[in-house]
T-cell receptor, first 116, second 113 residues
């Protein structure tokens, strides 16, 4: 399967600042990427679907102006958490759709965001 | 509409004994079903997948799952648990709605020595 990396793996930021998380598909051209968040001891919740060259599709209840997603190339999608608050502290995971006719996803290792 | 229910929030087994993690799904279409494993503070690793081929699916690390349409189930099994199997397991359904994926709530597997 594809190798997906995320950077940084951990980040601590102060309340009110913005932080960018990168998701890279290292050996696979990813037309579609997904962003999830996972609270401690909970399941993954889909935040948005990111399509290369177009605007992301956000799930209900996810603020698109707060969680900015950019998918400018087939190997890179970024999630920017703007004006972060402590309640944004979470584990953010990206994934890559395996192919146009496949529902399988390859997941990144996740990014632990802590907002102080 | 699709949904997935993992029937146990946690399962505890002794090393060397069988593992059964239960998953029921609901889908208006023929679904694709997956089991993923997540170790603490790690990403997800695919264990196995069902995509309308053989109903008994074999995965990595000795895991397998059987798709039972009549019971709308996709339970994960392993004949003999190993300490390294201790982790969180997610049952996932996909297949409609623009590849939207729905995760189950997860089952934490504990393996006792």
């Amino acid at each position: 399967g594809a190798v997906v990396s995320q950077h940084p793996s951990r980040v601590i930021c102060k309340s009110g600042t913005s932080v960018k998380i990168e998701c890279r598909s290292l050996d696979f051209q990813a037309t579609t990427m997904f962003w999830y968040r996972q609270f401690p001891k909970q399941s993954l919740m889909l935040m948005a679907t990111s399509n290369e060259g177009s605007k992301a599709t956000y799930e209900q209840g996810v603020e698109k102006d707060k969680f900015l997603i950019n998918h400018a190339s087939l190997t890179l999608s970024t999630l920017t958490v703007t004006s972060a608050h402590p309640e944004d502290s979470s584990f953010y995971i990206c994934s890559v759709l395996a192919g146009a006719s496949s529902y399988e996803q390859y997941f990144g290792p996740g990014t632990r965001l802590t907002v102080t | 509409a699709q949904s997935v229910t993992q029937l146990d929030s946690h399962v505890s087994v002794s090393e060397g004994t069988p593992v059964l993690l239960r998953c029921n799904y609901s889908s208006s279409y023929s679904p694709s079903l997956f089991w993923y494993v997540q170790h603490p503070n790690k990403g997800l690793q695919l264990l196995l997948k069902y995509t309308s081929a053989a109903t008994l699916v074999k995965g990595i690390n000795g895991f397998e799952a059987e798709f039972k349409k009549s019971e709308t189930s996709f339970h994960l099994t392993k004949p003999s648990a190993h300490m390294s199997d201790a982790a969180e397991y997610f049952c996932v359904v996909s297949g409609t709605g623009g590849f939207k994926t729905i995760f189950g709530a997860g089952t934490r597997l504990f393996v006792k020595a």
